[in-house]
């Protein structure tokens, strides 16, 4: 197949999905993410002394076909595991931490991390792609954006009937707690026990290969909760969910010896597009996520997918056409 130069905009599992798919497919794929590590929302934390908090997506699940076949390639690559619980579902958790669930997939891609996408433009046959650092300017034939709605809202504004469709996705947000005690903390019960403020709350430490001598809490706040703090400081945010927490889990009594927030500002799909992806006019621009069928890791896996085959299947009668 000729070379097709083409940029994946977001490094979470949507872009890299995709972007693996295509690059297999012969294609010249390069993945740019304003992070600084992979995964996107399946997101890790590690400390110095060697503690992990998963503060974006705990564990994945999914009965689709094709995503547990890319999650036995990941745990197959030993980044990831597959977890029977007491209730009998299977649960996927990445080793050593969530964001490394995506990291197979990342193999052999060029990606570019620290690189904030601020504008794309086409310009004499090709598209230019603006970064906030103004120090590179990528030259490529298309663009695929897998950032949240709203974001991609902003980078295709050129396009009305693309942003028309991506103001009508809607995002809940969430503040996740880390909290690490020394010793053992008893976790008070299941999710059902957990005051409304709080949607989860997951003792890391007890995850598989994360062995330290702390315990770690994930608690994230709900939507409503997240919401009414949404613009308060990362101290005051801790503080507030550490006396959450402390209502529902009885070891978390003592004095943490790591204490932070993160704020997920676009966490959970509340409306989806109800489609897999959208694509402009001109064909130039593909843009999914998540948030295009619902809000789980398994329909980031089928947005990319589907992104990926269309790209493949449109190149290619393009090519019989030429
Ligand atoms: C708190 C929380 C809990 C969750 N729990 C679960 C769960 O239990 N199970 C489950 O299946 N799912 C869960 N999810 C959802 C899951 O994490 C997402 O569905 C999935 O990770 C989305 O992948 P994505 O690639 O579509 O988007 P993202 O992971 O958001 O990836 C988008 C990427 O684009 C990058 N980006 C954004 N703007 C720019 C820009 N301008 N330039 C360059 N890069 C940019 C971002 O840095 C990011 O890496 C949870 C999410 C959160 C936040």
Not at 143 to 167: C, F, G, H, K, N
Not at 244 to 272: D, I, K, M, N, Q
Request: net charge neutral; hydrophobic share 45%.
């Amino acid at each position: 197949m000729a070379l097709m130069r083409v940029a994946v905009i977001g490094a979470g599992l949507t872009g890299l999905t995709c972007a693996s798919r295509l690059m297999r497919a012969g294609m010249d794929v390069r993945v740019f993410d304003k992070g600084r590590g992979l995964g996107g929302r399946l997101a890790s934390r590690r400390l110095e002394n060697g503690l992990r908090f998963d503060h974006g997506a705990t564990y994945v699940e999914t009965d689709d076909p094709a995503f547990l076949r890319t999650l036995e390639f990941v745990c197959a690559r030993g980044a990831g595991t597959k977890t029977v619980w007491a209730s009998g579902e299977a649960k996927y958790v990445g080793l050593p931490g969530m964001s490394s669930l995506v990291r197979p997939l990342a193999e052999g891609l060029p990606v570019t991390r620290r690189a904030q996408v601020t504008a794309i433009e086409w310009v004499q046959g090709e598209w230019r792609i603006f970064f906030e650092s103004d120090t590179v300017q990528e030259q490529v034939d298309l663009v695929i954006l897998t950032v949240p709605a709203p974001q991609a809202a902003q980078l295709a504004a050129a396009y009305p009937s693309l942003t028309s469709a991506l103001d009508a996705v809607d995002f809940d947000p969430c503040w996740a707690l880390m909290a690490a005690f020394d010793g053992a903390t008893a976790h008070a019960g299941g999710d059902a026990a957990l005051p409304e403020s709080l949607t989860k709350l997951s003792v890391e430490s007890d995850k598989p290969g994360r062995s330290s001598g702390a315990s770690c809490l994930v608690a994230h706040a709900s939507p409503e909760w997240s919401r009414a703090h949404l613009e308060e400081d990362l101290q005051t945010v801790a503080d507030l969910l550490l006396s959450e927490v402390r209502r529902a889990c009885t070891g978390a009594s003592a004095t943490p010896s790591y204490l932070s927030a993160h704020r997920w500002r676009y966490a959970r799909t509340s409306t989806s597009l109800a489609r897999p992806y959208l694509t402009s006019p001109d064909g130039r621009l593909f843009v999914g996520g998540d948030w295009c069928l619902g809000n789980s890791a398994e329909h980031a896996h089928a947005s990319g997918t589907a992104m990926a085959n269309a790209v493949l299947e449109a190149f290619s009668l393009r090519r019989r056409a030429s």
